[in-house]
């Protein structure tokens, strides 16, 4: 193969892994816990939080913090785990690079 080849097709790739992380980072991924709901972005950044009030006792603060905390981890898993299974495709079994 010779270098111009090699240099269209490491362009390419480039672009195809820019356009897939693109795509995660446009998505929402949904995390839940038994009372919380978060929407983050593939960017991870935390988007909304709901709570549902309904199933709350009054002084149960230290619960809430805790389902916030499993809901927010619940999403984050969801980012990595999509981010690896596109991005993985460009790294070849290197993990942790994206």
């Not at 603060?61 to 927010?72: H, K, P, R, Y």
């Amino acid at each position: 193969m010779n270098m111009q080849a090699m240099l269209k097709q490491a362009q390419k790739l480039q672009k195809d892994m820019l356009k897939t992380q693109d795509e995660i980072n446009s998505k929402e991924f949904i995390g839940k816990s038994s009372i919380v709901t978060v929407k983050m972005n593939g960017k991870k950044e935390l988007l909304d939080v709901k709570i549902d009030m309904d199933k709350l006792e009054n002084d149960d603060i230290e619960l809430l913090q805790d389902m916030i905390t499993v809901a927010f981890n619940d999403a984050m898993k969801q980012i990595d785990k999509e981010t690896e299974e596109k991005m993985g495709v460009y790294t070849k079994g290197m993990p942790g690079l994206f």
